[in-house]
């Protein structure tokens, strides 16, 4: 009798624990959705986006080296081309280690929440800006392309040593635009925005090649190179910065 209370004390416990969960998530996700439609108030999508593309030095997919897309892709969102905006596998993921530390540590964001969060939202951590952020990233699969979001995300994001944007990184670090870029360039740089002031060249080299042989790596996984010239690339940027 006295293990069968147990058992069922246990089960109420579970089943309240779990009611407690959903009720905080979903007033998280209400907190997030009022706070993405109060961005979207104050400045419509196509105003943002109008705006990335307007700044001096954007950057077309089509005029960077095709390596450098795909050395973005591979590290930061592997799944960006069959993915809706969110990634399930890196939110579940993301979820189990914010659980076991009690707080937001990892986000689990795919590229169009990157691009949303760069557009409109502040870099704190908190559980409603990350949900504002996912229905953001929802508006933008909407309303562009994936190559459209890909091309704003790498025209935005910030790359260390006081450089946003492809263009600004690529002049900064090598004194040249994007389209000259060395295969050995492309794959360093793409490290870069995961935690520009760690990564940059500029501040630590050997961050810097310790995250490209990461990119290297990732693309080597996802078959886009082979090993060999992978480690050809490291080895170039080695003798380049060090």
Known sequence: MKKKWIRRSILVLLCLAVLALASAGGVVLYRGYQMYRQALAAAPLEEK????????????????????PDAVVCVEDKRFYSHFGIDPISITRAVFTNLAAGSLQEGGSTITQQLAKNLYFSQEKRFERKAAEMFMAFALEKSCSKDEILELYINCIYYGSGYSGIYDASEGYFGKTPALLTDAECTLLAGLPNAPSAYSPDESPALALQRQKQVLTAMVKNKKLTQQKADALLAQSSSAIQ
Do not use: H, M
């Open 49 to 68: 986006i109008a705006g990335v593309r307007a700044q001096p030095g954007y950057t077309s997919l089509s005029a960077l080296p095709a390596i450098y």
